[in-house]
């Protein structure tokens, strides 16, 4: 980064921070860039973005709030407009749509998306705004939500990876999901040719802290451990076999070592990444695609986070992705 008043390099730096935001005091880590000539602070639209949003992730989750992934799933589940769940549920004409692009809800609204991820407690909304709409349209809508309640199936395949870990500092912040988790794992296994599991725990693992410090959001949901051989994903012996399209093949070294590598003829689905996610894979991937499963094992041990985790059986808290050696230069 060129600084702003000399031309000369500058550096970005963190320090322990609190933010008022709806009169309530909140600690995160305040990042900023510094001019190494002039030594003044600045920061830049991604910074303060980061910032603020380390705020109001804790906002969401200490009062409930679902967050704009959840709330755009919510309505995609019942099938229905924008403007029509803000009718329904009484909001301002275009309030969930901003709600779906970042704004945040207050404390009661937020509480009522919450509530009508269950379809029996929409069902209630729906009822109590059918004198709203006309006939054909409440009939419409009725319909179209009794077709949520029949195919609401929960994935016990994201209970057992994602175990009782909830969305929070330990998983980036980001949705539990097993459809994405799926796609990053084929990603990398079709641009990288089959990939040993040591490899794939250690790629997962940048792909979500690099996501955390360029964002504020990680990307599979995980959380992360440090073990032995590096950072690497609670249960991730569990998360593999658990996957559609990949199975595991053992391979015997002329040590007399063995190791498992993931398999897969299967591409991922390229529409379920934005173009930051896919950003974040390509950088991912351009660090480590030539790089072994022992040679990124050793990378991670030179990271701050595995020195201060390793042996300590706890979860990795994300905020320590802004001390990554590995991606200093995207800085």
């Avoid at 990398?188 to 690099?210: A, H, P, Q, R, V």
């Avoid at 569990?238 to 498992?260: A, H, K, N, Q």
Wanted: aromatic share 14%.
């Amino acid at each position: 980064m060129k600084s702003p008043f000399t031309g000369g390099k500058a550096v970005l730096r963190q320090e322990d921070s609190e933010l008022v935001f709806r009169k309530e005091k909140f600690k995160f880590t305040y990042l900023y860039y510094q001019c190494e000539d002039t030594k003044e602070r600045f920061t830049t639209t991604e910074i303060d973005e980061i910032n603020l949003s380390q705020v109001y992730n804790q906002y969401r989750i200490k009062y409930g709030i679902p967050f704009p992934d959840e709330i755009r799933k919510i309505r995609k589940a019942y099938d229905l407009p924008a403007s029509k769940m803000s009718e329904i549920l009484g909001f301002g004409e275009n309030q969930y749509r901003l709600y779906e692009n970042g704004d945040i809800p207050s404390e009661t609204n937020g509480k009522i998306l919450n509530s009508i991820k269950r379809p029996d407690v929409f069902m209630l909304f729906v009822e109590n705004a059918r004198n709203q709409f006309e006939a054909k349209d409440y009939e419409r809508i009725l319909s179209k939500l009794k077709k949520a309640m029949e195919i609401e199936q929960p994935d016990i395949r994201e209970a057992l990876i994602f175990e009782s870990y909830s969305r929070g500092i330990y998983n980036g912040y980001a949705a539990r999901s097993y459809s994405k988790l799926r796609n990053i794992i084929l990603f990398f296994i079709e641009k990288c040719g089959d990939t040993f599991n040591t490899k794939m725990n250690k790629l997962l693992f940048y792909s979500d802290f690099l996501s955390y410090r360029t964002y504020g959001y990680g990307m599979t949901g995980l959380a992360y451990k440090a073990i032995l051989h590096g950072p690497v994903p609670v249960k991730w012996d569990r998360v593999y076999s658990l996957m559609d399209d990949v199975w595991p093949e053992i391979v015997e070294f002329p040590s007399g070592i063995s190791g498992t590598k993931l398999c897969s003829t299967v591409s991922p689905d390229y529409s379920s990444f934005s173009t930051g996610e896919l950003n974040i894979l390509n950088s991912v991937l351009d660090k480590f695609k030539d790089v072994s499963a022992s040679e990124i094992s050793g990378l991670s041990h030179n990271e701050v986070i595995w020195k201060k985790y390793s042996n300590t059986n706890q979860l990795i808290d994300y905020r320590e992705a802004f001390t990554l050696k590995a991606f200093e230069s995207l800085v």
